[in-house]
């Protein structure tokens, strides 16, 4: 039976994602998930967007997924466990749910912090991915304002690793992400990256037709 509070936080975020984000970008491997094992995603936590970006990737490759939420945020946003979220210390529903299959993701930097390098991590990932005997897998996500009216998120998935090597292995997929998009034509795609979620934002070199009209009537002026 189809829960319609869950249904109505689907479309919501879904709306978010898609109405205020130029799109969702990825690149690497994707993880397991289905019935033989899921895996837990340790992306680094930079930006507010960050829940819903890997929220939004999952409903649309069709991957079980759960996240580990603060227990401040989960007193103040408590029907988002209809879609998935955890509390922070909830570390063996996490496991159950990797095993049946499921992403789960966990900030191992356990709050927002300043874009740029890494914090201290936590070891909660690690753990549970050990735990549960599924990959544990660096994710690298930037949501940032580029060449376009509004922020594109990007997303690089670095090969699994192990809780020892977490950190390192976590920098090293976040400064690949970084050195791409430094390296990129602000107003053009991110080379390397595929388009999975939300609307292309329009070619600046092609101005939509109230664009074209208004250079028309303007023209000469």
Known sequence: MTDPVAAMLRASIRRSVRGGLGGVWVRGPLPPFGEG??????PNHHSWWDGYVLRELAWTLGAGFRVLMTERQLVNYPFLRRVGALGAGELRPAVRAARAGEWVGIFPEGQIRPAGLLGELRP????????????????????TLRGRPRPEAYLRFGPPTTPEALATALAQTLGALDADLAASEPEAPLGGYLHVSGARLPDLARPDLPSRLLARLTEGR
């Open 124 to 143: 909660g990932a690690g753990w549970t991915a050990r735990t549960a005997g599924v990959p544990l897998v660096p994710v690298a996500l930037r949501v």
């Open 37 to 42: 094992g899921g895996a837990v995603l340790a």
